[in-house]
C-alpha cells in the first residue's frame, strides 16, 4: 500500500514562490505517474500538473501554466511542484496523487493513491 505524504505548504505574499515536495512509499516509484491537484472549500478537486513515471509528458492546467513547475526525483520517490508568481486565487489545499500507470493524465479517476494535502495560503 502506497503511502503518499506532502510537505512545504505555508503562508506565502502574493507574487512570492513555494515548493511543495511529495514523498512516495513503496517500490518502483518511477512505474507512475504523478500529479498536484487542488481543492479549495465548496469546490470541485482540480487538476494543476502531472508528469509521466519517467520524467516525461508534463501536463499542466491553464492557471498553472508558465508559473508551476512539476518535476520529480525518482532515486529519492519524491515528486515536486515549484510555484511561482502566486496569487490568492493559488490558494487552497494541494493534494499529490500517483496514477495507476506510467501515464501522465489530468483526470482523478486515473489516480489511485493520494496524500491528505497540504495548505498552501498565498495573501494579497
Known amino acids: 500500500q502506497v503511502q503518499l505524504v506532502e510537505s512545504g505548504g505555508g503562508l506565502v505574499q502574493a507574487g512570492g514562490s513555494l515548493r511543495v515536495s511529495c514523498a512516495a512509499s513503496?517500490?518502483?516509484?518511477?512505474?507512475?505517474?504523478m500529479g498536484w491537484f487542488r481543492q479549495t472549500p465548496g469546490k470541485e478537486r482540480e487538476f494543476v500538473a502531472s508528469?509521466?513515471?519517467?520524467?516525461?509528458?508534463?501536463l499542466y492546467a491553464r492557471s498553472a501554466k508558465g508559473r508551476f513547475t512539476i518535476s520529480r526525483d525518482n532515486s529519492k520517490n519524491t515528486a515536486y511542484l515549484q510555484m511561482n508568481s502566486l496569487n490568492s486565487e493559488d490558494t487552497a489545499i494541494y493534494y499529490c496523487?500517483?496514477?495507476?500507470?506510467?501515464?501522465?493524465?489530468?483526470?482523478?479517476?486515473?489516480?489511485?493513491?493520494w496524500g491528505q494535502g497540504t495548505q498552501v495560503t498565498v495573501s494579497s
Open positions: 508528469i509521466g513515471g519517467i520524467g516525461n509528458t508534463l
Open positions: 496523487a500517483r496514477a495507476s500507470t506510467w501515464k501522465s493524465s489530468t483526470l482523478p479517476n486515473d489516480y489511485n493513491a
Open positions: 513503496g517500490p518502483l516509484f518511477n512505474l507512475y505517474a
